[in-house]
């Protein structure tokens, strides 16, 4: 099911706009980008910000930086690629200026109505929650790929974001996903 | 494999839940994109400001020099201020974009620009000691020839010791913080690297 993105306002923030490409074609491509993309784009804010505050900042960076990029955008790499490239590499500045390690507690995301019980909703919302903490203590490398992967991107995909070999991909998926295990192992006793 | 495969369905399924619809708020990006347009502006206008101040300063007190040490010190300054700028437009090469498209190649430049602004703070500390070996005599010759013509020496010592204190204070203090800032980002680049 798409997500809903609703826009507020009729106005699009001023920038040059190529002369093959008119602004209103580029707002009508960034808003169909974002209604498909920005689910996504949060879970990686997520990955990159416990706390919520920081991930909501963090998240209208990307799309900031998504919107300045995209009359330079040229199709060299699929649209996907194009916005996960964005997203990873706003997280690892937004990682780098970060002033404290510590781990604020994450605020919980308001769940879509989907007809299910409350309890069913609070423990999907803790599994969420659990899988994203145990997410962000992986080793940039690590994550890159995990969420990469959970946001359904091929290994070839995931190469062209990260500028690695396929097999490159593999190998980190594969300690990826035994550092996460023991890590949710570890949540789980705890 | 198929029991990795059904663990990383599991996963996504946990990943992926739903969340409530997004509200993007287009204004506030617009007001970001301003705040940045504007803040690159400002940065560039003061900079221009700066060097074009600095040159127009130098020239009018060029222009009062009456004896030759003044020439000298501010023939040193001049270099000190243009070698400065060479210094800091040469160093901007291979700041401006990534190598390549890729995350890790964003990475390397995001540790690059680091390093760079510590060289240029530390370059800005040379500087300032280059300032004080030029001025210091010369405070001391205006001092002394004001002195010898009836004026008020100790006013000149005052004034321009003074100035190059307050000067040196405000770099310290600032460039220091830049500097912590600078380092405690480098450290997370470079940890990020390793990982």
């Known amino acids: 099911m798409p997500e809903t993105v609703a826009l507020a306002g009729a106005h699009r923030p001023a920038l040059p706009v190529e002369k093959d490409v008119s602004r209103a ?14 689910a996504a784009l949060r879970r990686v804010a997520a990955s990159y ?4 505050g920081r991930r909501e900042d963090l998240f209208q960076d990307i799309c900031l930086a998504i919107w300045t990029a995209l009359p330079r955008f040229r199709g060299e790499a699929s649209e996907r690629t194009f916005v996960f490239r964005i997203a990873h590499n706003r997280g690892i500045a937004a990682a780098a200026r970060r002033s404290t390690a510590t781990e604020d507690l994450a605020a919980v995301e308001e769940l879509a109505d989907g007809g299910a019980s409350p309890e069913a909703a609070v423990e999907r919302r803790q599994r969420q929650a659990s899988l994203q903490g145990a997410v962000r203590h992986l080793p940039l490398g690590l994550r890159q790929v995990l969420t990469l992967t959970l946001e359904g991107l091929s290994q070839r995909e995931i190469g062209e974001v990260i ?28 | 494999m198929a029991e990795n495969d059904g663990e990383i369905a599991r996963w996504q399924a946990d990943w992926q839940v739903e969340s409530a619809p997004l509200e993007l708020d287009a204004a506030e990006l617009r007001r970001r994109v301003r705040r940045r347009t504007l803040s690159l502006a400002c940065q560039a206008a003061t900079a221009v400001l700066l060097t074009a101040g600095g040159l127009v300063a130098l020239a009018w007190v060029a222009s009062r020099a009456a004896n030759r040490w003044d020439w000298v010190v501010f023939a040193g300054f001049a270099a000190l201020f243009a070698g400065a700028l060479a210094m800091e437009i040469g160093s ?16 390397e430049l995001a540790i690059r620009r680091c390093r760079r602004r510590l060289w240029t703070l530390r370059v800005g500390f040379w500087v300032l000691a280059g300032e004080w070996l030029l001025f210091t005599p010369w405070i001391h010759l205006r001092a002394v020839e004001k002195q ?22 405000a770099y310290g203090l600032i460039g220091s913080w830049l500097g912590r800032r600078a380092r405690r980002e480098l450290a997370e680049l470079e940890g990020m690297r390793r990982d």
Do not use: Q
Not at chain 1, 25 to 38: D, H, I, P, S, V
Not at chain 2, 92 to 107: C, H, I, N, Q, V
């Open chain 2, 92 to 107: 901007l090469r291979g700041l401006w974009r990534p190598t390549e498209p890729t995350t890790e190649a964003f990475l």
């Open chain 1, 163 to 190: 500028g690695i070999s396929e097999g490159n991909v593999a190998v980190r998926l594969t300690r990826a996903r035994k550092t996460l295990r023991e890590r949710l192992g570890e949540d789980r006793r705890s």
């Open chain 2, 148 to 169: 010898a013509l009836g004026g008020d020496g100790l006013g000149t010592y005052l004034l321009g010791f003074g100035l190059l204190a307050v000067l040196s204070a």
């Open chain 1, 25 to 38: 074609e580029l707002a009508a491509r960034f808003e169909t980008l974002l209604a498909r993309e920005a």
């Open chain 1, 49 to 52: 910000a416990a706390d919520h």
